[in-house]
C-alpha cells in the first residue's frame, strides 16, 4: 500500500514558506540537475551504484528523486507553461504513480 502525503496545517511562518519551496518547481528541478550531474559524472550512468547511494545516504525515496530527475529534463516546458507546483508539473509530466528509474532519459544525456 502506497503511503499518501498529508500536507500539515501550520500557523508556523517558517514551516509555511519551507513547506512552500518543498512543493516548489524551481527547487525540484534544481535538486533533479544535481542528481543528473552525479548520476552522469560520478556514478558513470552506473544505475545500481547510483540507486544504491541514494537508499544509504538520501533522505528521499527513490521515487521522489526520479521525478525530480525528470523536471529537471523537462525544465524548458515547465517553464513555457509556468507551473509552479510540483502536483501540477507531475501531472503534466505524467508522473503520478510508480515509476522507474529507466524514466529518466540519462542515456539521451
Known amino acids: 500500500m502506497t503511503k ?19 512543493d516548489d518547481v524551481r527547487y525540484g528541478i534544481e ?7 552525479l ?11 547510483f540507486r544504491r547511494w541514494i537508499r544509504e545516504h538520501i533522505d528521499r525515496d527513490e ?3 526520479i521525478r525530480r530527475m525528470v523536471l529537471a529534463q523537462n525544465e524548458e516546458d515547465l517553464r513555457s507553461s509556468r507551473i509552479i507546483r510540483l502536483k501540477e508539473a507531475y501531472e503534466l509530466l505524467d508522473l ?10 540519462p542515456f539521451n544525456c
Open 4 to 22: 499518501r502525503y498529508i500536507p500539515k496545517v501550520t500557523n508556523d511562518p517558517e514551516a509555511i514558506a519551507l513547506n512552500r519551496m518543498l
Open 31 to 37: 535538486i533533479g540537475r544535481w542528481l543528473l550531474d
Open 39 to 49: 548520476f552522469l559524472y560520478r556514478f558513470k550512468r552506473n544505475s545500481t551504484l
Open 63 to 65: 521515487q521522489t528523486l
Open 96 to 105: 503520478s504513480g510508480a515509476i522507474t528509474f529507466e524514466r529518466i532519459r
